[in-house]
């Protein structure tokens, strides 16, 4: 079973967060989402195995096009049209992407913050998550947790204005159930974003959101999805001013269908 919230009024968007999130650790970062906003119709979730959802110890239920499918029964179970957005970050990005190559003909929009490590990048990270769960099998969840307290990959500058959020999601991590985590990690090693030549035939209005100096998010695949998809426009933010703007700017966004043009801001 999903947890589930919809907030605000006007087009449906459906939204997932990255791997070890969940809706709670995302309101409190604040970067997407902020109780103001009634331009469009937000429907969140906790993905399979996080927050308040329930979970599996099958890596396999969480390979990005099997989150892709819940992306899909969220949107038909509370979207109330035939067509709506899609968005999320990292693995929520990752399962955004999945799901409108299932079905391109219902997605209006796309939103791809902080698109995660892939392509010719993906089998290091895929390594680094597979001797992560590893350390979960020897050890203990409790290792690896202490492990994370020393490897924040956040942007400096954001760092600097929210330190709170390394010890928000360290605490995030240490609340999972340890073999749910293993095969989230697992699931995740074992999963890809689409092929570039598939992302090219979706010609779909797609914001895409990013920052430098976050290897678990590189550049190179943001600039990868905008010189790709059709009608991306990429915006990197470069301080906490700027992201600070992200959640008017996908409400803006999903409200209007932008010129089709690929661009950076």
Known sequence: MLHSVIQGQGWP???GHGQMGSIA??????WFHHSGTQLIRRIRYDACG???STGSSEAARYR???LAQDMLEIAQLHSGQPRFALGGQSMGCATALHATVMAPE?????????PPCAWEQRPGQARRSRQMAELIDRRG???LVRLAAGD???PPWLRQAQPQMGELSRIAMAGFDAQVLQAVLLGAAESDLPPLQRLAELSIPTLILAWHDDPLHPMRGA???AEHLPQAQLVVAENIQQLSDWPERISRFVASVPEPAQRRI
């Open 152 to 154: 924040s990959t956040l």
């Open 223 to 225: 600039e990868l999805l």
């Open 106 to 114: 219902q997605v209006s929009h796309l939103v791809l913050a902080l």
């Open 50 to 52: 996080h927050g308040r």
């Open 25 to 30: 650790l995302e309101d409190a970062s604040g």
């Open 141 to 143: 969840l409790a290792s």
């Open 13 to 15: 968007l459906i939204w």
């Open 64 to 66: 990005w096009p099997r």
